[in-house]
């Protein structure tokens, strides 16, 4: 397959992934101003997600002091703003059009839907547009293009990259956002344990759609060690950073095998895997959650640049 | 003018027998079922993504072309006048291409002024004295038709370098199929859906003379901002080859290859569909970014085939246009088949008093100019807008030709009130390699506006099917 259009694939992945955490960000964002403001206050909750993003100086340029409205646009639906739901939606479909013969006509379509609904969302008043429901709208047809690749995609190279961009993405913003909850959110360490802090793990489980499972698989209240355990080292969790890094491992390998030559990025991976298998909550929080999940967030931009160096960039010999 | 237009349904006031069946047809559908049919149509179209603008018109990427949903019929027996006309002016517009890059047999002979091939800014000096593989420089026609009266064929103009839309006359069939499946099993009409294939094996059967294995065929696109990118990547599919940009392919010992995530694969035939100038920047234009440096020293050593080859677009300026019924004679010793329309060349000092003269009768084109901009429609002109174009064609006559307005053919066609008569054109693509080949049909463009004879879709023109009858 060319280069470019593994590219053109890896990116569909990054971007539908990106869109649907911008989206369970803003979701986070609007539940944590429902609550009381303590320690700092409400403003600078937004601003830590605002951080957590990493389109904090990009807001500040546009808008000064972040204001939950202006914030909502800013994540959802600006164009300026390069992680925007919009942004990552519109550059989807832009990668998607390019490589269109590449995939599927129900995948083209799921694609193309959204682009198409989208337009129509921009044209409505935004005082007829509740945050529900754009965060709702995002993760239906997230979750809708996800099904058609599944159900349609031929599983040659072109799937393989599509899965790697979908999986480094996703397991880096696992990473993110878990560490927002830890490093950003909680004022003061001897917040740990507090009701607050209760109320920001489940609001970071329900961001992920995983309170429900969470009570599945543990039982009983939420403590800072389950719900870490869940988002990092339990394979039973979709977005559990454990996951991400055995699929993208699996992806890895299959294009090896497929190409009959062994690559650095599957070295990577499967190092990263091995890691976290080997790893427990206790020696995550003896390294410090933050220190990490900063590593972490730094090996899987590793194996991005392995993968763009193999297959992407057009140099392979 | 009106009472001598051509409608093809009919003749002498009865319904001309390949028309037979659309009649009852159409008088069987009811406005509302007609009204959901045309919506169903707009729905695959923007579905399947064809929102493109033909022949380089410009314009929305995401604009639709109106489709029409009353195709233009012809019999069989028409339609192989057609196709021997049309496969012996593809004949005959290569064998010039050949010889004007070689010897010049038709200039030394008089037939052809040398200053209009020579001088011409198409004429590329790269490559006088290369023959391409099979002596083809022109390996899809792109032939523009119209119709005056029964059996009466003129040739308005050749497209020897890329031309476009043929993947409406695929679409357009397929969303026909899709919708009447009844009149397909009623009326046996010839398919079309084999064209991608020929093309691919006609583009396979002109690999270069260094090519070992089976060739690898693949198109080059300007990329996707392009308003034909949706062709481009259509066609691609359907024969099965990679779509590439010029940054896919670079040039190493030479050779051509493709930038793969498997490392460089060779390549041996390249459907180019940017323009001679953006090909290479070693040659051609030093600023372009979508062409491959070294392409065309691999080309001329026949390392790699390019289709249309480079220099081809000498035999399609409008001038040039003149000449063809005289190639047809002096390469292949044959009578044209299909007629040009008489045309006045301004450069010509009498051709230009006459052309003045008669502004108000004729059309007056810009010998470069395309999309039917820069023209004069004399009988639907003001005279002010007469006078401002006179001004113009005396400060540059060699830029302009002028041909009397034909009384094109008008096919019956869907509008708010009914159906009624508007305007056609024909272009049927004709693929040259190891054989000429040409599949029955081609792309039908429409004047959707009564009495308007400008088919281009940038200016209000559609697109319909073309069926041809089997016997």
Known sequence: MLSRTAENLFWIGR???RAET??????????????????????????????ASGTAAGFAAKYGDPVQRNIESYLFFDRDNPSSVASCLERARENGRIVRTALTSQVWDA????FQELRQLERQPRSELDLGRMTEWTTRHTAMMRGAIEATQLRQDGYDFLGIGYNLERADNTARLT?????????????????????QWTTLLRAMSAQRAFHWAYGGAFTAAKVMHFLILNPACPRALITSAKATTDHLDRLAQRYGQATTAQDRARAQLDALRATTVEAIIDEGLHEFLTRFILETGEIAQSVHDTYLSGEAR | MADSIFNEMYDDGRVRPPYARLEDWVR??????????QAEAEALFRRIGITFAVYGEGGDPDRLIP???????????EWLRLERGIKQRARALNAFLLDVYGRGE????????????YGNEAYEKAVVGFRPPRGVYSHIVGIDLVCTGPGEFFVLEDNCRTPSGVSYMLENREIMMRMFPALFREMRIEPVDGYPELLRQTLASVAPARCEDEPTVVILTPGHFNSAYYEHSFLADLMGVELVEGADLFVENGLCYMRTTEGPRRVDVIYRRIDDAFLDPLCFRPDSMLGVAGLMDVYRSGGVTIASAPGAGVADDKAIYTYVPEMIRFYLGEEPVLRNVPTWQCAKPDDCAHVLANLGDLVVKEVH??????????????RAQIAAFAERLRAEPGKYIAQPTLALSACPTFVAEGVAPRHVDLRPYCLVGEQTLLVPGGLTRVALSEGSLVVNSSQGGGVKDTWVLAE
């Not at chain 2, 038709?106 to 091939?117: D, N, Q, S, T, W």
């Open chain 2, 67 to 77: 489709f029409d949903m009353f195709p233009r019929v012809f019999t069989q027996g």
């Open chain 1, 15 to 17: 971007y539908m992934e």
């Open chain 2, 28 to 37: 069987a559908m009811p406005a509302a079922l007609r009204a959901m049919k």
């Open chain 1, 111 to 114: 694609l193309n839907t959204a």
């Open chain 1, 22 to 51: 911008m989206a369970r960000l803003l979701e986070v964002g609007a539940r944590i101003a429902l609550l009381p403001s303590v320690g700092h206050g409400y403003r600078s909750e937004w601003d830590s997600l605002l951080q």
């Open chain 2, 369 to 382: 100019g395309s999309g039917g901009y820069g023209m004069l429609v004399g009988p639907k002109s003001t």
């Open chain 2, 106 to 117: 038709i200039i030394r002979a008089g037939r052809v002024p040398a200053r209009l091939v």
């Open chain 1, 179 to 199: 560490d927002v909850k830890y490093y950003v959110l909680l004022p003061r360490a001897d917040f740990v344990g507090s009701g607050l802090d209760t109320f």
